[in-house]
């Protein structure tokens, strides 16, 4: 399913009022959101505010957020907040989070995946 909107500068996204007024009218069972921040204060982040609005909406109407990011997004905090950490049930990842972070996943019951590497 792909939501109404105003199609963004590098032609990847859909965002604004018409795509936020879709996602009243659907349900998401699991949301895969990429992210360009994750970090211990201002949670997950995003480089746009109308991404971060939208995945706000998105978080409304999913029964679980699964977060995305490669390790050198841990620590980072990019233009605007998604909300915390422990929105997500689920963060992806590669294996060079540090251990802060691992930490922080397993003390709020955050399921932290990472690729295997050899």
């Known amino acids: 399913i792909v939501v109404g909107g105003q199609m963004q500068d590098n032609g990847s996204q859909l ?38 609005l939208f995945y706000k909406k998105v978080a409304t109407v999913s029964n679980e957020m699964i ?14 907040p998604i909300g915390p950490l422990t929105v997500a049930s ?13 930490q922080y996943c397993f003390e709020n019951g955050i399921k932290l995946y990472t690729t295997f590497e050899f």
Request: proline letters at 0%; charged letters at 15%; glycine letters at 8%.
């Open 15 to 52: 965002l604004g009022e018409l795509a936020e007024v879709c996602l009243q009218h659907i349900f998401v069972n699991k949301a895969f959101i990429c992210v360009q921040g994750a970090h211990l204060r201002s949670g997950f982040t995003v480089s746009s505010i109308d991404l971060a």
């Open 67 to 80: 977060m995305m990011a490669d390790a050198s997004r841990f620590g980072y905090s990019a233009l605007s």
């Open 90 to 102: 689920k963060i992806i990842t590669n294996q060079n989070v540090e251990d802060g972070f691992k």
